[in-house]
């Protein structure tokens, strides 16, 4: 099975370690939500998780996303083209989030997400300045394009990219399948109260 997922190649120091995963275990079956919420043993990866995926709903990118149509029209670009920018936005999403693959085992996990959690804040911030200058000079809606660009290749990057291999790292075998149900709740839940409260922050 690993040869046909991983391909040919020595994968034994792989299987080695499920294997011992799989002996510390003991054979348990998988467990609950429920009775991942009540195991003390596991409270501080819930805590890390649960601090993660709030920080991917809060750090903004579903606000870029949702104002990128009007940044680029701003811009000059005409609305029979934005759909190319937005092509290339989906592009270099992808090619960040591939990129993070290759640097996360050399750089590590914190270093991507902090590091990149500070240029997206530092492109938000920007943006929101370049936004309120836009009719000031000609050059300025070409800016907030860049920082679009930018702000969506940090989080491709970082935490777009550090989040989705964390369940596996930080919770045993018996509890991952109970991680990833806590992790899609907690992350649509957070989704819909952010969808019916931003248009009256707005």
């Given at each position: 099975?690993?040869?046909?997922?991983?391909?040919?190649?020595?994968?034994?120091?792989?299987?080695?370690?499920?294997?011992?995963?799989?002996?510390?275990?003991?054979?348990?079956?998988?467990?609950?939500?429920?009775?991942?919420?009540?195991?003390?043993?596991?409270?501080?990866?819930?805590?890390?998780?649960?601090?993660?995926?709030?920080?991917?709903?809060?750090?903004?990118?579903?606000?870029?996303?949702?104002?990128?149509?009007?940044?680029?029209?701003?811009?000059?670009?005409?609305?029979?083209?934005?759909?190319?920018?937005?092509?290339?936005?989906?592009?270099?999403?992808?090619?960040?989030?591939?990129?993070?693959?290759?640097?996360?085992?050399?750089?590590?996990?914190?270093?991507?997400?902090?590091?990149?959690?500070?240029?997206?804040?530092?492109?938000?911030?920007?943006?929101?300045?370049?936004?309120?200058?836009?009719?000031?000079?000609?050059?300025?809606?070409?800016?907030?394009?860049?920082?679009?660009?930018?702000?969506?290749?940090?989080?491709?990057?970082?935490?777009?990219?550090?989040?989705?291999?964390?369940?596996?790292?930080?919770?045993?075998?018996?509890y991952r399948p109970a991680a990833y149900v806590f992790?899609?709740?907690?992350?649509?839940?957070?989704?819909?109260?952010?969808?019916?409260?931003?248009?009256?922050?707005?």
């Amino acid at each position: 099975a690993v040869k046909q997922l991983w391909g040919d190649g020595d994968h034994m120091a792989e299987i080695n370690d499920m294997m011992s995963e799989q002996r510390a275990i003991g054979g348990e079956k998988a467990k609950s939500v429920w009775d991942l919420l009540r195991d003390r043993a596991v409270r501080w990866q819930l805590i890390t998780l649960l601090l993660v995926v709030s920080c991917i709903q809060l750090l903004g990118a579903n606000v870029v996303y949702s104002y990128a149509y009007s940044i680029f029209t701003k811009a000059g670009i005409p609305p029979a083209q934005t759909h190319y920018v937005s092509l290339g936005i989906g592009t270099t999403e992808i090619l960040s989030t591939v990129l993070c693959g290759f640097l996360i085992e050399r750089a590590g996990r914190k270093t991507l997400l902090w590091k990149n959690y500070a240029v997206m804040a530092l492109a938000l911030g920007l943006l929101t300045v370049t936004l309120s200058l836009q009719d000031s000079f000609f050059w300025v809606p070409y800016c907030s394009v860049a920082l679009v660009f930018i702000f969506i290749m940090s989080f491709g990057i970082g935490p777009g990219g550090v989040v989705c291999p964390l369940i596996t790292e930080i919770f045993i075998q018996s509890y991952r399948p109970a991680a990833y149900v806590f992790n899609g709740v907690v992350n649509w839940i957070q989704l819909f109260i952010l969808g019916l409260v931003f248009p009256f922050l707005v």
